[in-house]
């Protein structure tokens, strides 16, 4: 692959497309920026400036959540996010310092998909 390939976009299938913009939006607080009629999609802005988005796709046969991936969204302020949100999401575990110079906390959604947020340094 070419030096200048960036990641853009990431799919998360899910069972209940209704229920999943209602917490990627109304609990997390991304963005839609794209609806698309013909199908059971919607994309997310997550870093507009580099056009990175996050799909969900309403497929309930492929919706099987893997706690071998997880999706990281960097924040600027961790903890004020996550005392925003804790009572709103299953945590999987609080904020801690990573071995390799972050400060995370992983989140479930709805569907069982993980979720790191992520502050650097």
């Known amino acids: ?3 200048d ?3 853009c976009f990431c799919t998360l299938a899910v069972p209940d497309l209704v229920a999943a913009e209602a917490f990627y ?15 059971v999609w919607i994309s997310l802005d997550v870093d507009e400036q580099r056009g990175a988005g996050l799909g969900l796709i309403e497929d309930p046969a ?8 997880m999706i990281d969204l960097q924040v600027t ?9 804790a009572t709103r ?5 609080p ?16 569907f069982g998909n993980r979720l790191g947020l992520v502050a650097r340094g």
């Open 95 to 110: 904020p801690v310092r990573t071995g390799w110079g972050s400060y995370k906390a992983t989140i479930q959604d709805p």
């Open 62 to 69: 492929m919706a099987r959540p893997s706690t071998k991936t």
């Open 5 to 7: 390939t960036t990641l």
């Open 1 to 3: 692959m070419p030096n």
């Open 77 to 85: 302020d961790l903890d004020q996010i996550f005392n925003r949100l």
């Open 25 to 39: 939006v109304d609990v997390l607080g991304l963005r839609v920026s794209r609806r698309y009629a013909a199908t």
């Open 89 to 93: 999401v299953e945590v999987i575990e």
